[in-house]
């Protein structure tokens, strides 16, 4: 795992080289994901059953074999091991009671002419929802995706997740039955994302679609953008843990931390930035030690290596520099005092305070989305929320007064802008 400092002469070029990743960009990826989704417009079931057999040695033999029942899903939660119904269901119920704070209401006002002004907000009628399946199969982004769009009151959550030769994980099945999805279908892929967007004769095209994926689910979901809204394109999983090097850290808590990521995905990244060269050397054998229990080491190791780092600050006015340089998807704050640093952060998707607040609490049940934006792409987004399943509609409305002045300005801003029909438009109003 490299180490870096901002002393170092080449430090910026070692830093651009360590954010350096295109998520869909790849012209084989984008020519093969163009060729899936003219596929599924142009042959639709026929298409995506294909290509489900062919890439997922998925078993149907027709469409009707790749939609879930609602009993199935009931009794794939009926089933569950206590323990573990009753942590699903706490998390749902936490992700539900933060999201109903994000709840937007329409709005109107009347101004000084008498005219009524406001915002109508309406929900979207369906979206689609993408869950990875096989070796990654996520119940908590099943919650993470479903809670909130019901909440925002959309009509009908539609659910796509791959079932690998068949096979799914019964808790994301009772995932989506706690969270009240309407539709289940086995399907993933670029194909999975296509049906969503232009519809099928089983699937309904949906209004938007949301939810993590492998680099063809990106691909897919940004090629058929437009057709329908999307969350974002998302990359893969990030952290960077601050700290420095106070009396109470623990290296090996700090250790595992950034192991959490990295165990996600070969190309995950995990940067531990600190004030103290002596933590800095501490943390680093604590991953070591770490790295000869963890099941998915290897993993991990590679993702360390490929895009994982240990820099050293030499204040933390440059360690806030730098954090929001990088704007991480999720960023750790363990200090003793983690409200001191808040207003200096500018750039985070999610922000963990304090040294008893790991990042895997929020992946899993703080109640925040864990849907976040990647890639240095906090700078300007940020997390899935209820407001990605609402909309917004202007209210305008003119009493015969007050629509008087207002047509006036309107006249001799449209003739400037030399659009005559706007301006005789608005005079028609006011003469």
Not at 381 to 410: N, R
Request: glycine content about 6%; overall charge negative; aromatic content about 6%.
């Amino acid at each position: 795992m490299r180490q870096l400092s901002t002393q170092d002469s080449d430090f910026e070029q070692q830093i651009d080289a360590l954010l350096a990743f295109e998520t869909v960009n790849d012209a084989q990826l984008l020519t093969t994901v163009d060729d899936i989704i003219m596929q599924v417009r142009q042959q639709g079931d026929q298409a995506v059953l294909a290509l489900t057999q062919q890439f997922d040695q998925h078993p149907a033999t027709a469409m009707s074999e790749l939609e879930l029942t609602q009993e199935s899903l009931a009794t794939a939660f009926a089933e569950l091991d206590a323990e573990v119904k009753q942590a699903l269901t706490t998390a749902a119920t936490r992700v539900q009671s933060f999201h109903e704070r994000q709840v937007q209401d329409s709005w109107d006002y009347t101004d000084a002419l008498g005219n009524r002004l406001g915002q109508k907000v309406t929900p979207l009628d369906r979206v689609g929802i993408y869950v990875p399946g096989g070796l990654a199969s996520y119940p908590s982004s099943v919650l993470m995706n479903a809670i909130p769009a019901k909440v925002a009151g959309v009509t009908e959550v539609i659910m796509v997740v791959p079932a690998p030769k068949g096979v799914l994980n019964p808790l994301v099945l009772a995932a989506a039955h706690l969270a009240k999805v309407d539709r289940v279908f086995t399907i993933g892929g670029a194909q999975a994302v296509a049906a969503l967007a232009y519809g099928t004769d089983t699937i309904p095209g949906v209004d938007k679609i949301t939810g993590p994926g492998n680099k063809y689910v990106a691909a897919a979901k940004r090629a058929v953008f437009g057709q329908v809204g999307i969350d974002m394109i998302a990359g893969p999983s990030e952290v960077l843990v601050y700290a420095e090097g106070e009396a109470a850290d623990r290296a090996d808590w700090l250790a595992m931390d950034l192991l959490s990521q990295a165990e996600h995905d070969r190309i995950a990244q995990a940067i531990f930035v600190t004030t103290s060269r002596e933590q800095l050397a501490e943390v680093a054998i604590e991953i070591e030690k770490a790295l000869s229990e963890l099941p998915k080491a290897d993993i991990a190791r590679d993702a360390l290596q490929n895009r994982g780092a240990l820099i050293l600050v030499q204040n933390r006015e440059e360690g806030m520099a730098l954090i929001n340089r990088i704007a991480p998807e999720h960023l750790e704050l363990s200090v003793d005092d983690p409200d001191a640093l808040l207003n200096d952060i500018r750039h985070a998707g999610a922000i963990f305070m304090g040294r008893h607040t790991p990042e895997a609490i929020g992946d899993y049940c703080a109640g925040p989305n864990h849907v976040l934006p990647t890639s240095g792409t906090a700078r300007f987004s940020s997390p899935l929320g209820v407001y990605d399943f609402q909309k917004k509609s202007s209210i305008i409305y003119c009493s015969e007064s007050g629509s008087k002045p207002l047509a006036q300005t309107a006249d001799i801003l449209a003739q400037r802008e030399d659009l005559d029909a706007h301006a005789r438009s608005a005079r028609y109003r006011y003469q």
